[in-house]
C-alpha cells in the first residue's frame, strides 16, 4: 500500500488539534515557561499527536497501525542481506556488536554530575544490560518494555493483526519500533529530573548563551545523548539479529552479567575505598575467603569468620554455590525435552524429529517480566520523590504504592540506597537479595533483624512469597503471549512441518491432524516453561548470586549461551550442507 494510496478520515485534525492548542494553552498560562521551554513543550506535544492521528485517521479495511506506515516505513532501519550470510561473517559481525557494547558502557554523558547520579534502574542493571551513567544509561529497557506494550496489545486483541501474514507481520515490526522510540523518550526523559543531574559547569555555560534557560538546556543535552545511546543500542540488536548470530539483546545481557559474576568471584579490591580489613574484606569471592582464612585464626573464624565467608555480603561463597547451582539446573532443563517422530512422505526411509524443549518459550519471558518490574520502580520512585509527580492524583507521594528514602543521609541511616522500596507495592515486587536479606533475620531475629530494614517478620515473609508468585506467574503469562506472536503455537508449527514436506508417521500429512496432534503438547510446556523460568529466577535471587548479577541474569546468561552455541552449530552445519539450509531457515 503506497503512502498517497492510505485511505484517510481527516475530520480527526479538529478533535486533536483542539487537545493540543488546551495542553499549550494549560501550560503557557499555569506554567509560565521560557520560549525555548514552550517551544519543547509544542515540539513534543505535536509529534505526539501526529502519531496519533496517522492512527486515528486510517480509514482502510486493516488495522488502524497501517495509518502508521508513512512513519514507520521511515523509521532508520538495517538492511536485511539479500542472500546467505556466511558463518565468518556473522562471526565478525556479532564479536564487533559485543566490543562496541563494552565501548559505550564505558562512555560517560557529557556534563552529568557523575558524583550524585542516582540509578533508577539499580536492582534490574544485569537485566537491562545497561551502565550507569554512560550512553549505555538506558541498556535494553526501552526495547524490551515496547516489546511487552506490543505483546499485551495483540494478545488481548487490541491490535487486530494475523501476525501469520507477512504484510501483517512488517506492520507489527514497523509499530514496535515507534513504540520503541517511544518508549525511549519515556524513560530518557523523567532521568533528568533530580537522578541524572547535569553539572554546574555545564549550567552556567548554557545559561551564559541563553540566561534564564541553563538547566533547560543541560537537561535537554542529557535526554538526546540517551536518546542516541539507546537507540544505537537498538540498531546494534538488529545487526546482530540480521547479520550476526542470536539476538542482540541476549548478547548484551550475558556480556553484562558475565563480567558482574568474574568481578564477583575474582575481584581483589574491597567493596568500599580503604584499606582491607575485616569489616572491608576484598569484594570477590575467592579473594574474600583467601583473606579470611590466612588472617584469622581458627577461634576467630568459629567467632564471626566461618559466617563472614558464607553468608554475609559482599559475595559470600552461598551465592556463589547459588550461582553454580543455577548454572547446572538450567543447563538440564534447557537438555529437556519431547521429540516427536517425523518422516518424510516422499523420500522413503528419511525420518526425523521435532524436539519440544520444556524451555519452550525460551528465555524471553523473564526478560519481559524482569523488564515490567523495572518500570514498575522507576514509575514508584518518581511518583513518590519527583517534584512533579508527587503531586499527581491519587497515586502521587503515597506510601501504598511505594515509599522510600528520600535524601541520602536517611538512605545511609537505614543501610539501603535511595532506590530501596521501604513500604508499598514496589516493596513487594522488589528483588529479594539473598539469603542475607530474608532468611538468616526470620531464623534469628535477634542478631540479624537489622536486615529488615524496619520491617516485621511476617512482612518480609509476605515480600519472599509474592515476588516469587509473581515472577512465576508473570513468566506463564508473557510466555503464552511469546508463543502467540512468534509462530510458535500449534498452527504455525504445523504449517511449518508441513511445508517441509515431514509429517508425523501414523497422521495424514494435513496441517489440521498436525495441529491437533502439537495441541496436546505445546500449550501445556509453554505453561510449564513459563513456570519453570520464572521460578529459577526467582529462587536464584532468594539464595542469591556473585556480583550481584541477580537469579533473572544468570539464568539468562546460561540459556543464552546455550542457545549461542546451538545457533553456531546450526550455521556452521548449513555452511557445510546448503542443502539443509531450507529446512533450518537459513534462507
Do not use: C
Not at 146 to 162: E, H, P, R, V
Not at 346 to 361: H, K, S, V
Not at 463 to 489: C, D, E, K, P
Amino acid at each position: 500500500m503506497a503512502e498517497e494510496e492510505i485511505p484517510r478520515n481527516y475530520s480527526w485534525a479538529i478533535p486533536l488539534g483542539i487537545i493540543g492548542a488546551l495542553l499549550l494553552g494549560l501550560d503557557w498560562l499555569w506554567g509560565q515557561p521560557t520560549p525555548i521551554a514552550f517551544g519543547l513543550t509544542a515540539l513534543v506535544t505535536a509529534a505526539v499527536l501526529g502519531i496519533f492521528f496517522l492512527g486515528l485517521s486510517y480509514d482502510g479495511p486493516k488495522s488502524k497501525l497501517y495509518g502508521l506506515k508513512p512513519l514507520t516505513g521511515r523509521m532508520p532501519a538495517v538492511a536485511q542481506p539479500k542472500g546467505h550470510v556466511q558463518f565468518r561473517t556473522k562471526m565478525f559481525w556479532t564479536v564487533g556488536v559485543l566490543l562496541m557494547y563494552f565501548l559505550l558502557t564505558n562512555i560517560y554523558l557529557y556534563g552529568v554530575d557523575q558524583a550524585n547520579v542516582i540509578d533508577l534502574f539499580q536492582s534490574y542493571r544485569a537485566i537491562l544490560a545497561g551502565a550507569q551513567g554512560t550512553l549505555m544509561h538506558l541498556g535494553i529497557g526501552p526495547i524490551v518494555t515496547g516489546s511487552i506494550i506490543m505483546q499485551l496489545f495483540t494478545g488481548a486483541k487490541i491490535i487486530n493483526l494475523d501476525l501469520t501474514d507477512d504484510e501483517d507481520k512488517g506492520m507489527y515490526q514497523g509499530t514496535q519500533k515507534v513504540m520503541v522510540v517511544a518508549m525511549i523518550f519515556v524513560e530518557a526523559i523523567p532521568q533528568v529530573f533530580g537522578y541524572l543531574s547535569p553539572s554546574t559547569a555545564l549550567i552556567s555555560g548554557l545559561g551564559a548563551a541563553s540566561p534564564g534557560n541553563g538547566m533547560l538546556l543541560a537537561d535537554a543535552i542529557i535526554v538526546a545523548q540517551l536518546v542516541f545511546g539507546s537507540y544505537l543500542v537498538f540498531l546494534m540488536d538488529e545487526v546482530v539479529s540480521k547479520w550476526g548470530i542470536g539476538s542482540g539483546i541476549s548478547l548484551f545481557i550475558a556480556a553484562g552479567v558475565s563480567q558482574q559474576i568474574v568481578q564477583g568471584t575474582l575481584n581483589w579490591l574491597p567493596s568500599q575505598p580503604g584499606v582491607v580489613s575485616a569489616g572491608n574484606p576484598p569484594s570477590g569471592t575467592i579473594p574474600k575467603a583467601y583473606w579470611f582464612f590466612t588472617h584469622y585464626n581458627a577461634s576467630q573464624m568459629a567467632g564471626g569468620g566461618w559466617e563472614q565467608v558464607l553468608l554475609h555480603s559482599p559475595n559470600p561463597v552461598v551465592a556463589l554455590a547459588g550461582t553454580a547451582l543455577i548454572f547446572f539446573l538450567v543447563a538440564w532443563t534447557e537438555s529437556t525435552r519431547i521429540e516427536l517422530p517425523l518422516s518424510h512422505a516422499e523420500a522413503r526411509g528419511a525420518r526425523g524429529r521435532y524436539p519440544l524443549r520444556l524451555i519452550y518459550a525460551s528465555n524471553i519471558p523473564v526478560i519481559l517480566m524482569s523488564a515490567l518490574l523495572a518500570n514498575v520502580s522507576m514509575f514508584s520512585i518518581l511518583l513518590w520523590s519527583n517534584p512533579a509527580l508527587s503531586h499527581f492524583p491519587v497515586l502521587g507521594h503515597q506510601w501504598w504504592v511505594g515509599k522510600y528514602a528520600l535524601t541520602a543521609a536517611d538512605a545511609a541511616s537505614k543501610g539501603v540506597s535511595q532506590t530501596t522500596p521501604l513500604a508499598g507495592g514496589a516493596y513487594y515486587l522488589s528483588t529479594v537479595n539473598g539469603l542475607e536479606s530474608w532468611l538468616l533475620p526470620l531464623l534469628n531475629a535477634q542478631t540479624y533483624g537489622g536486615f529488615l530494614v524496619g520491617h516485621s517478620w511476617w512482612e518480609d515473609l509476605a515480600h519472599v512469597l509474592i515476588y516469587f508468585s509473581v515472577m512465576v506467574i508473570g513468566s506463564i503469562i508473557f510466555a503464552r503471549f511469546w508463543i502467540q506472536t512468534t509462530n510458535m503455537g500449534p498452527e504455525a508449527v504445523a504449517r511449518q512441518i508441513e511445508a517441509s514436506g515431514m509429517q508425523i508417521p501414523g497422521f495424514r500429512r494435513e496441517p489440521r491432524v498436525l495441529r491437533r496432534v502439537l495441541e496436546r503438547y505445546i500449550p501445556v510446556i509453554t505453561i510449564i516453561s513459563g513456570a519453570a523460568v520464572g521460578a529459577l529466577a526467582a529462587g536464584a535471587d532468594l539464595i542469591g548470586t556473585v556480583g550481584n548479577a541477580s537469579g533473572t541474569g544468570v539464568l539468562l546468561t546460561v540459556g543464552i549461551i546455550i542457545n549461542l552455541y546451538e545457533a553456531m552449530g546450526r550455521e556452521q552445519l548449513m555452511e557445510m550442507n546448503p542443502l539443509l539450509r531450507r529446512f533450518l531457515g537459513g534462507e
